[in-house]
């Protein structure tokens, strides 16, 4: 009987052979819905401009809350962000971090123009305050862009996301968090720009390869001494190494016609005639020289979920129970003398 009903479920769990009418109905309901995401983005983002200046007002004129706002923000991220801050990081987020500021750049004042370009910039404090690096402010630009590209063997590929331009940290001595890494594609873009879009010959472009295999040779050999309470980040790399992210190579222009090209071609979906299919394209561009391969997915969380819940991730642990709280803290006391021989902890809360 069993084995009866786990027979009708595979079968069931089979994917059917969609007729082409249908595959061309279903791909113009996936458009829709992805155009009426983006609809809906354009219309909360120019809703929600007033408010997020009323909290950044709010901020500012309270000092107590100001000083350590964004280093709790942080503190409390969720972990699709969390999980890239690695304890070093951390402690040059806590010990520095003054703002943050989100925008989407290229969305004017009426909601015209495209909603998922994402500007961030981090403020910092400087000087003797800051024993990490001289820049007072970070801003990493990422633009929303589509292309589309023809093969060799006649196919039509597409692609779409977010593209951007290493920033450069101005480290102090013995201070880069990065190892190198970030410094590292910084010197090949700027020689892509002098040179051309060549850079296969480029020396910057090996260097940054070598740098990429002996970092990478590292993080294995502490993934081997990791635990399972405390991993290792993801993109296998410091949380400051995202503003070394790329995504690939895509201009205005491009994204400009490909744009066109994908309106002209939903147009023809929506009267129900025949299309050229365009399979996704992968993103190839930059693979064996990404140095933070997430950046797309980090960019996305901090500005859809740690930007618009900021006041609620500050006060996240508002409501803890203080009786719990002394409870954990005579515990610890009396565990003191066996955590001074136990391993430490490799990830630090901001």
Request: with cysteine.
């Amino acid at each position: 009987m069993a084995a009866e009903q786990g027979a009708l479920l595979l079968d069931r769990l089979q994917k059917p052979e969609p007729t082409e009418q249908q595959l061309k109905k279903m791909s113009f309901l996936e458009e829709k819905r992805v155009r009426i995401d983006v609809d809906c983005l354009r219309d909360n983002i120019v809703k929600m401009r007033d408010l997020y200046k009323e909290r950044d007002a709010f901020i500012n004129e309270n000092d107590e809350i100001k000083e350590n706002f964004w280093v709790r923000v942080f503190a409390n991220a969720p972990n699709e962000i969390d999980q890239y801050i690695m304890t070093p990081d951390a402690a040059a987020l806590s010990s520095t971090l003054m703002n943050l500021n989100v925008e989407r750049f290229e969305l004017n004042e009426n909601g015209q123009g495209e909603p998922r370009s994402i500007r961030l910039t981090f403020e910092f404090c400087t000087g003797e305050e800051n024993p990490f690096f001289e820049n007072d402010k970070l801003v990493k630009e990422l633009y929303w862009r589509k292309r589309y590209i023809q093969t060799a063997d006649g196919k039509t590929k597409f692609w779409e996301g977010l593209v951007s331009e290493p920033v450069r940290i101005q480290w102090k001595e013995d201070m880069d968090l990065t190892k190198g890494l970030l410094d590292a594609a910084c010197d090949l873009a700027e020689a892509e720009k002098k040179a051309g879009k060549d850079r296969k010959k480029l020396p910057e472009l090996e260097k940054l390869k070598n740098k990429i295999v002996e970092l990478e040779t590292t993080a294995e050999q502490e993934d081997e001494e990791e635990d399972e309470e405390f991993p290792l980040s993801p993109a296998g790399a410091s949380f400051f190494a995202f503003f070394g992210y790329r995504g690939n190579d895509v201009s205005a222009e491009e994204s400009e016609v490909a744009t066109k090209r994908s309106d002209e071609r939903y147009a023809k979906l929506s009267r129900g005639e025949s299309i050229d299919d365009a399979e996704e394209e992968d993103d190839v561009e930059f693979e064996d020289i990404e140095v933070f391969p997430d950046g797309e997915e980090l960019a996305i969380a901090i500005a859809d979920h740690l930007w618009p819940h900021a006041l609620e991730l500050f006060n996240r642990d508002e409501d803890m129970d203080i009786e719990e709280f002394e409870g954990d803290l005579d515990d610890e006391d009396d565990e003191d003398d066996e955590e001074e021989t136990a391993r430490p902890k490799k990830k630090t809360k901001v």
